[in-house]
C-alpha cells in the first residue's frame, strides 16, 4: 500500500521557534512537494523537490527551507515560526503527470 | 498565480440527489485534476483529464473538461453520505512543470 506519512499531525509552537515537519515516502518518487492549505485560499505551493538535494521554490518560499538528504525524505523547515504560518502543511509524492499522493497533513499552530 | 475559482463554495443536499460543482479560471490548463479530502486527511486524486470537451466518469461521478481547457465541472448523480468531503480541481499551467494550482474547494455535505 502506498503510503506518504507526516512526522505529526497537530503541533503546536511559540513564535520565534525553529520547527521541523518531516515526511517519507515509500514508493521510490522522484518529486516530492511541501504544500500549506488555509480557508479560502485553496492549497499554495511552498517548495518541491525533483531529486536528492535539488529543490525549487514554489509559489510562496518566504520564510521556508526545505531539505532532501535521502530520496524518501523531504523536511520542511520554518526558521523562525511566526503567527501567519498557522495553517495546515501537507506533503506530496509523484509526479502530477502520474498520480499524486498526499500525506494526512499537518496541522501547525504557531502562538 | 491564477486562482481556480470554485462554486459553490458550500453544498449541502439530500442524500439521491444530483448536484454539479464548477471549476472556473481564465487560464488554460494542459490538464486538469480533482481530488476529495475527507477531514483529517489529504487529498485523494479522484480523476486527471487533458483533452478539451473529454468527459470521464467515475461510477455516479462524471467529470468534463471545457472545450478550451480553461474550466471544468464535477456531476454527482444520486448522492450518497459518502460522498460528503471537499472537493478541489486543480490545474497545471504548464505540461511537466510539475506546479498545480489549487481551487478554493466547494465542501459537500449529504444529508441521510
Known amino acids: 500500500d502506498v503510503k506518504v506519512t507526516q512526522s505529526s499531525r497537530y503541533l503546536v509552537k511559540r513564535t520565534g521557534e525553529k520547527v521541523f515537519l518531516e515526511c517519507v515516502q515509500d514508493?521510490?518518487?522522484?518529486?516530492m512537494f511541501w504544500y500549506r492549505q488555509d480557508p479560502g485560499l485553496g492549497l499554495r505551493l511552498i517548495y518541491f523537490?525533483?531529486?536528492?538535494?535539488?529543490?525549487e521554490k514554489g509559489d510562496i518560499p518566504e520564510g521556508y527551507s526545505v531539505s532532501r538528504e535521502k530520496k524518501e525524505r523531504f523536511s520542511l523547515i520554518l526558521e523562525s515560526a511566526s503567527t501567519n504560518q498557522t495553517s495546515m502543511y501537507l506533503c506530496?509524492?509523484?509526479?502530477?503527470?502520474?498520480?499524486?499522493?498526499f500525506g494526512p497533513g499537518t496541522r501547525l499552530t504557531v502562538l | 498565480t491564477q486562482l481556480l475559482e470554485q462554486s459553490p463554495q458550500f453544498l449541502s443536499i439530500q442524500e439521491g440527489e444530483n448536484l454539479t460543482v464548477y471549476c472556473n479560471s481564465s487560464?488554460?490548463?494542459?490538464?486538469l485534476q480533482w481530488y476529495r479530502q475527507e477531514p483529517g486527511e489529504g487529498p485523494v486524486l479522484l480523476v486527471t483529464?487533458?483533452?478539451?470537451?473529454e468527459v470521464k466518469k467515475l461510477k455516479r461521478l462524471t467529470f468534463q473538461f471545457g472545450d478550451a481547457r480553461k474550466d471544468s465541472s464535477l456531476h454527482i448523480t444520486a448522492a450518497q453520505p459518502g460522498d460528503t468531503g471537499l472537493y478541489l480541481c486543480?490545474?497545471?499551467?504548464?505540461?511537466?512543470?510539475?506546479?498545480?494550482?489549487f481551487g478554493t474547494g466547494t465542501r459537500l455535505t449529504i444529508i441521510p
Open positions: 486543480a490545474g497545471e499551467v504548464d505540461f511537466g512543470n510539475e506546479k498545480l494550482t
Open positions: 523537490s525533483y531529486d536528492v538535494k535539488m529543490k
Open positions: 514508493m521510490d518518487h522522484e518529486n
Open positions: 483529464v487533458v483533452t478539451g470537451g
Open positions: 506530496v509524492s509523484g509526479r502530477v503527470a502520474d498520480t499524486q499522493y
Open positions: 487560464s488554460v490548463f494542459s490538464s
